[in-house]
Structure formats: structure tokens, C-alpha cells
Nanobody, 120 residues
């Protein structure tokens, strides 16, 4: 069993900051890509940022310069520092990760999501 648990969401005023965390636990051999995604009602889930085990990052254009993704491989944890938040950043944020349970068995796992609400 593998589990991703997010924390750090909440309500913040426009211009404020939040830091999301996502910790993976369970039977883990290794973790490749980890990422943050978000979804609003009636829309598809979209990628926000991803990071490889080597630290290479990619960001959606709408968060470049405002959000920073990082990870602690020793703790199997990925973070998302969100600065200069805008009302349009309001969404449920999900953590996702490619987790290997052995050398030959890898699955994509999702966390349960954490609500981020930015007030104007």
C-alpha cells in the first residue's frame, strides 16, 4: 500500500502565500516524478509543476515566477511554495507521483487533494 498525504491548504488573501506539502509513505522502492496539479469544478485537472528525482523542474506558464516546487528525497516529500496568490489560483490541489514498489512495478498515485482558496 502506498499513500500520498497533502497538507498546507487553506484560505489566504490575494497577494499572500501558502506552502503545500505532500508526503509519500508505504511500500516504496523509489519515486521518479512528483508533481502538483489542480482542479476547479467543471474543469479538467491541470498540471501546475513537476519535479524529477534529480531536481529538474517544469512549471505551467500561469505560475512561473510565483510558485516553486521542491522535494526532499530522503523524506519522500514534495513541496509547493505559492507566492503572489491570485483569486484564479483557487482550486483543489493534488499531489501526484510515479512510485516504484520494485524494480519492475511502478504506478501513478494521487493524494486526496487540499483546498486552496484565494480571496480578493
Amino acid at each position: 500500500q502506498v499513500q500520498l498525504v497533502e497538507s498546507g491548504g487553506g484560505l489566504v488573501q490575494a497577494g499572500g502565500s501558502l506552502r503545500l506539502s505532500c508526503a509519500a509513505s508505504g511500500s516504496i522502492f523509489s519515486i521518479d516524478i512528483m508533481g502538483w496539479y489542480r482542479q476547479t469544478p467543471g474543469k479538467q485537472r491541470e498540471v501546475v509543476a513537476t519535479i524529477t528525482s534529480g531536481g529538474s523542474t517544469n512549471y505551467a506558464d500561469f505560475v512561473k515566477g510565483r510558485f516553486t516546487i521542491s522535494r526532499d528525497n530522503a523524506k519522500n516529500t514534495v513541496y509547493l511554495q505559492m507566492n503572489s496568490l491570485k483569486p484564479e489560483d483557487t482550486a483543489v490541489y493534488y499531489c501526484g507521483a510515479a512510485i516504484s514498489r520494485s524494480r519492475t512495478y511502478r504506478t501513478w498515485e494521487w493524494g486526496q487533494g487540499t483546498q486552496v482558496t484565494v480571496s480578493s
